[in-house]
C-alpha cells in the first residue's frame, strides 16, 4: 500500500514563509522550499464540473476550498492547511473523509 499524497491548501505556503517547522527541509527560504517538491495538478473541465457539483452540494463558494477537498478526496491525500474548518466542513457536508493537518 502506497502512503497518501500530500494537498496543500493556500495556508501550507504562508506556513512555509513564517518558518514554520513542519514544513521545513531544502536549501531555499519558505515557500519555494514547499513549493519546488510540489507536482501542480491544472484544473480540467472534468475536474471543475467535479468542484462545481461540490460546490452545490457543500453549499461553499470558495473555490480553492472545493478544489483542495475534490483534489484530495480523487488522490486520497492529505490537506495541509492553516484553516482546516472550511476543508472538514466541506468534505464532510458531501460524506468525504479527509485527514488534516493544521499547519
Do not use: F, N
Not at 513549493?35 to 452545490?56: D, F, M, N, S
Not at 452540494?57 to 477537498?69: K, Q, R, S, Y
Amino acid at each position: 500500500m502506497t502512503s497518501p499524497g500530500i494537498t496543500y491548501d493556500a495556508g501550507a505556503p504562508i506556513a512555509a514563509k513564517r518558518g514554520d517547522g513542519r514544513l521545513s527541509g531544502g536549501p531555499q527560504p519558505g515557500p519555494s522550499r514547499v513549493l519546488k517538491e510540489c507536482r501542480v495538478e491544472p484544473l480540467t473541465e472534468v475536474q471543475a464540473r467535479a468542484v462545481g457539483r461540490l460546490a452545490a452540494h457543500a453549499d461553499h463558494g470558495d473555490a480553492v476550498d472545493l478544489a483542495v477537498v475534490e483534489g484530495a478526496a480523487r488522490r486520497t491525500d492529505v490537506v495541509v492547511t492553516s484553516d482546516p474548518s472550511d476543508i472538514e466542513r466541506t468534505a464532510s457536508v458531501v460524506g468525504i473523509e479527509l485527514r488534516v493537518v493544521v499547519v
